[in-house]
Structures are given as C-alpha cells and as structure tokens.
C-alpha cells in the first residue's frame, strides 16, 4: 500500500527502513516520504510507533 503518493513510496519500504532502524529524518531522507505535501507524516508515525513494524498479525510466524 502506498503511504507517500508524493513520492511513491510503500509501506513495505518503510518497514523496512524501520527494521533497520531508521528515524523519521532517516526516512525523509532516504525515500523523501513526508518531505513534499505532509500528508503521510502521520501513518510513518504510526508505523514507527507500532510495537513491531513488521507484525503481520500472525502468531506463528
């Protein structure tokens, strides 16, 4: 799914970048998500926030 239409940049990119540890500012910089019209701030926090940006809700995996 496409967080920063701006920019085209995915939530699987972004999760990826969190798993590496990235910042906010890391991100803004390495894919330029949240750096033009703003509106995908908020959903970069929320993944950043997220007890674990990769869950995908399954128990097992």
Known sequence: ?????CHGVTDS?????????A???DIQKNCHAGTDCGACINSIQKLKKSKNPLDNGC???
């Open 13 to 21: 990119k972004i999760r990826s970048l969190l798993e590496a540890g």
């Open 59 to 61: 128990p097992e995996c």
């Open 23 to 25: 910042s906010i500012k």
């Open 1 to 5: 799914m496409y967080i920063c239409l």
